[in-house]
């Protein structure tokens, strides 16, 4: 089984509806990461979050929230979707410590399109 | 800020050629880490290698290499001997040493096509 999973993985919805995207890890890492990916802009970080108390905006907030529900999982919501927020979506997680752990490991994508 | 910069959006080869992606990037911290990420077509980023700044050492991992220079700020892959299944974009990434770090910063990206 994957450690990093996202549901779903591809959806389409309507410009106003919300919409929530779910990541789930079984690494054990303390530190989870929201990133969206648009064609030739590489990814950039939405929010990121180090333990289940701390929450953080990343680059680019604007439209979007999240929640820590346990360590394990990580999820983003778009509360009034816009067609400018169709992109391919990740989730990331990383450990706590030595500099070894400082890589970010990625979940599969979540693929959004809003009409 | 930080910045990473991939100036080649786009490389075609011929497979079996060596071919060589550029990552140049900017931080005022002294102690960063620098990535590199491969996504195939299938669209997962696969992570392939991490290099803390205070080790300039180069890397070999079978036929790709990493060339990190700090005189230059540049941290760049070369594919050798490149095979089909190379094909792919690739993304350099910058994070912050530090316990109140945040997330990377990417590269826009090099989609490399390795052709037959």
């Known amino acids: 089984d994957a450690d990093v999973t996202q549901t779903p993985r591809n959806r389409i919805t309507k410009t106003g509806k919300r919409i929530m995207l779910e990541c789930s890890q079984t690494?054990?890492?303390?530190?989870m990461y929201w990133y969206r990916q648009d064609p030739g802009l590489g990814l950039r970080l939405i929010y990121y979050?180090?333990?289940?108390?701390?929450?953080n905006k990343g680059e680019i907030s604007d439209g979007y929230s999240v929640s820590r529900q346990a360590q394990a999982k990580f999820s983003l919501s778009l509360e009034s979707a816009i067609p400018n927020q169709t992109a391919l979506y990740f989730c990331?997680?990383?450990?706590?410590?030595?500099?070894?752990?400082?890589?970010?490991?990625f979940g599969p994508g979540t693929r959004l399109l809003v009409l | 800020a930080q910045k990473v910069t991939q100036a080649q959006t786009e490389i075609s080869v011929v497979e079996k050629e060596d071919v060589t992606l550029d990552c140049v990037y900017e931080?005022?911290?002294?102690?960063?880490?620098l990535f590199w990420y491969k996504q195939p077509p299938s669209g997962e980023l696969v992570f392939l290698i991490r290099?803390?700044?205070?080790?300039?050492q180069n890397e070999i991992s079978g036929r790709y290499s990493w060339n990190f220079q700090k005189s230059t700020s540049s941290f760049n892959f070369t594919i050798t001997a490149s095979q089909v299944v190379d094909s792919a974009v690739y993304f350099c990434?910058?994070?912050?040493?530090?316990?109140?770090?945040?997330?990377?910063?990417f590269g826009k990206g090099t989609h490399l096509i390795i052709q037959p």
């Open positions: 990331a997680t990383s450990d706590v410590g030595t500099a070894y752990q400082e890589t970010q490991y």
């Open positions: 979050s180090f333990d289940v108390k701390d929450i």
């Open positions: 690494k054990g890492h303390d530190r």
């Open positions: 990434a910058l994070r912050r040493s530090g316990g109140g770090a945040d997330g990377l910063t």
């Open positions: 931080t005022r911290d002294t102690t960063y880490y």
């Open positions: 290099r803390n700044s205070f080790d300039e």
